[in-house]
């Protein structure tokens, strides 16, 4: 591990420095981690493990300094499959300014979220959900979850979840709504962003998407009041 990879530490960058929507940061890290993603950014925020700064309009912005320590978290995770909570310690040994030892030697195997996302057959995908086969083929008839021959790990947390509907009779033919609620989000999101996404420049598809995304995660805080507020109502 290089010195100035191991030293990227900190929440903010130095004065000055240029600072990356996360488009940019996609962009730059991208061609060495493929299955990063915005989500997947949002998500090592929220742990905590990296600190970028916010525009007065609430958009992340990342300094150098964070996209060296982002590059640090995703070769931990990717090349020594390290869990998020040693990460976190290595880093904050780091931010105290000491020099810990490389967690990587003793560290125990487990598998990276951030790396290389899994593919499952149908079989390794009924298996790992505990999942019947007639649920998997009513997800698929009912737009739930794709149609073929491989499925993502996504598609795997969504058919847990099916079963465990299923069990208190909640079964996929009761979420039609859902697929529908879904693209009428997404064509939401689309005409918001449409302007940039007409540019025929990079950046600005780059920025419709981080838009697009910043702006599902919005709609994702709407959604949740309003469930609790109903559920809330049943008591």
Do not use: C
Not at 5 to 20: F, K, N, S, V
Not at 57 to 67: A, C, T
Not at 193 to 199: D, F, Q, T, Y
Request: hydrophobic share 45%; no cysteine.
């Amino acid at each position: 591990m290089s010195t100035s990879l191991a030293r990227a530490q900190g929440p903010a960058g130095g004065p000055g420095a240029p600072l990356l929507n996360i488009g940019q940061v996609l962009a730059k890290l991208k061609p060495e981690f493929p299955d990063l993603s915005p989500s997947k950014l949002r998500f090592l925020e929220e742990q905590r493990l990296v600190f970028p700064s916010r525009t007065d309009s609430g958009y992340r912005k990342f300094s150098p300094r964070d996209l060296d320590r982002l590059r640090l978290i995703l070769t931990m995770q990717r090349d020594h499959y390290l869990p998020l909570k040693v990460i976190r310690s290595y880093l904050a040994e780091l931010d105290a300014g000491r020099n810990p030892a490389w967690p990587g030697a003793n560290a125990p195997a487990t598998p990276s979220m951030l790396g290389a996302e899994r593919r499952y057959t149908r079989e390794e995908l009924l298996r790992e959900a505990s999942a019947p086969a007639a649920l998997l083929d009513d997800a698929v008839a009912t737009s739930l979850l794709p149609a073929g021959d491989v499925f993502t790990d996504d598609a795997l947390a969504v058919l847990k979840a099916l079963a465990e509907l299923r069990r208190v009779g909640i079964e996929p033919r009761h979420l039609r709504g859902f697929r529908a609620a879904a693209e009428r989000e997404a064509a939401l999101l689309e005409s918001a962003v449409l302007p940039l996404l007409r540019r025929r420049d990079g950046t600005g598809r780059m920025r419709g998407a981080e838009l697009a995304a910043e702006l599902a995660g919005q709609l994702d805080v709407v959604r949740a009041s309003l469930l609790r507020a109903s559920i809330d109502r049943l008591g």
